[in-house]
């Protein structure tokens, strides 16, 4: 399966937007930690955007990006949104609130709690009627988000859009399902080159016993393995370089996709 990427969109602790992290994933910069800078989304009409959870501010955050460096129009792709955690936040908070002497729960936290959250308020930011599919694969999210998305430009020969993100659980959720941080990315992929293409991607599935492709840098490393959405790293940071290479990701049962990547 072939697609090319045109646009990306990153959001994590110390990595604020694709271009400014440039430097720390191609390898030319330090990576210096720090918290994730997540805001509401200007897109959002005020009242959604006051309810708006941080999953939501994270997916709009990253796809915006993604769109705007495709010079696309975000209303006009269909979108495949990837989480592991989903929205943890409103789920612990309903928990505590069945587990009270008054069970009532909100309207709001309510459609906030479902899988589909973040891909509901993209439509509601972009207007978009286009088609929206939203998975979880658990470790595994951000690898089944990009073959669903790959399988759909291939299948419809149009751009579709691959958001992904997560958000550590509060506890008691997080000692049983424990992620380091909010961590959201954003890929742009379409069936032909384009102006703004950066690069080509080609997948398949292997077996192999060797080590997943990982990151050099330990903090990057660490955070790769502490948060689903950020098995994207190997592959940004080959995107970054702007230099022909390939990357191996876990999937299912033993398999591992194979992405050789080669800039446009």
Same mark, same amino acid.
């Given at each position: 399966?072939? %697609?090319? %990427?045109?646009?990306?969109? *990153?959001? $994590?602790?110390?990595?604020? $937007?694709?271009?400014?992290?440039?430097?720390? *994933?191609?390898?030319?910069?330090? @990576?210096?930690?720090?918290?994730?800078? !997540?805001?509401? /989304?200007?897109?959002?009409?005020? =009242?959604?955007?006051?309810? /708006?959870? %941080?999953?939501?501010?994270?997916? *709009?955050?990253?796809?915006?990006?993604?769109?705007?460096?495709?010079?696309?129009?975000?209303?006009?792709?269909?979108?495949?949104?990837?989480?592991?955690?989903?929205?943890?936040?409103?789920?612990?908070?309903?928990?505590?609130?069945?587990?009270?002497?008054?069970?009532?729960?909100?309207?709001?936290?309510? +459609?906030?709690?479902?899988?589909?959250?973040?891909?509901?308020?993209? $439509? !509601?930011?972009?207007?978009? +009627?286009?088609?929206?599919?939203?998975? #979880? #694969?658990?470790?595994? /999210?951000?690898?089944?988000?990009?073959?669903?998305?790959?399988?759909?430009?291939?299948?419809?020969?149009?751009?579709?859009?691959?958001?992904?993100?997560?958000?550590? @659980?509060?506890?008691?959720? +997080?000692?049983?399902?424990?992620?380091?941080?909010?961590?959201?990315?954003?890929?742009?992929?379409?069936?032909?080159?384009?102006?703004?293409?950066?690069?080509?991607?080609?997948?398949?599935? !292997?077996?192999?016993?060797?080590?997943?492709?990982?990151? /050099?840098?330990?903090?990057?490393?660490?955070?790769?393995?502490?948060?689903?959405?950020?098995?994207?790293?190997?592959?940004?940071?080959?995107? =970054?370089?702007?230099?022909?290479?390939?990357?191996?990701?876990?999937?299912? =049962?033993?398999?591992?996709?194979?992405?050789?990547?080669?800039? #446009?």
């Amino acid at each position: 399966m072939r %697609v090319f %990427v045109e646009g990306v969109g *990153l959001l $994590g602790p110390g990595l604020t $937007g694709w271009q400014a992290s440039l430097p720390v *994933l191609s390898g030319q910069g330090a @990576y210096r930690t720090a918290p994730t800078e !997540i805001r509401a /989304s200007g897109l959002l009409p005020v =009242a959604e955007r006051r309810r /708006s959870p %941080v999953t939501v501010k994270l997916a *709009l955050a990253v796809g915006e990006e993604a769109f705007k460096n495709a010079g696309r129009d975000g209303a006009a792709a269909a979108t495949v949104f990837t989480s592991s955690s989903g929205e943890g936040e409103t789920l612990h908070q309903m928990c505590e609130t069945l587990a009270s002497v008054d069970r009532d729960v909100s309207p709001t936290r309510f +459609h906030n709690s479902v899988h589909n959250t973040a891909s509901g308020y993209w $439509g !509601i930011a972009t207007r978009s +009627h286009e088609a929206s599919t939203s998975i #979880c #694969c658990y470790d595994a /999210s951000f690898v089944a988000g990009l073959v669903e998305t790959v399988a759909q430009v291939a299948a419809f020969g149009k751009p579709v859009a691959l958001i992904s993100y997560d958000q550590p @659980y509060p506890e008691p959720l +997080h000692s049983a399902r424990p992620l380091v941080a909010s961590f959201a990315a954003a890929l742009v992929l379409a069936p032909q080159a384009a102006q703004r293409s950066l690069a080509v991607l080609d997948l398949a599935f !292997i077996d192999g016993a060797a080590p997943a492709t990982r990151m /050099s840098d330990p903090d990057l490393e660490a955070l790769r393995l502490g948060a689903p959405a950020a098995r994207s790293l190997p592959l940004l940071g080959a995107l =970054a370089r702007a230099a022909p290479e390939n990357v191996e990701m876990d999937f299912l =049962a033993g398999r591992r996709l194979r992405i050789a990547v080669s800039p #446009c």
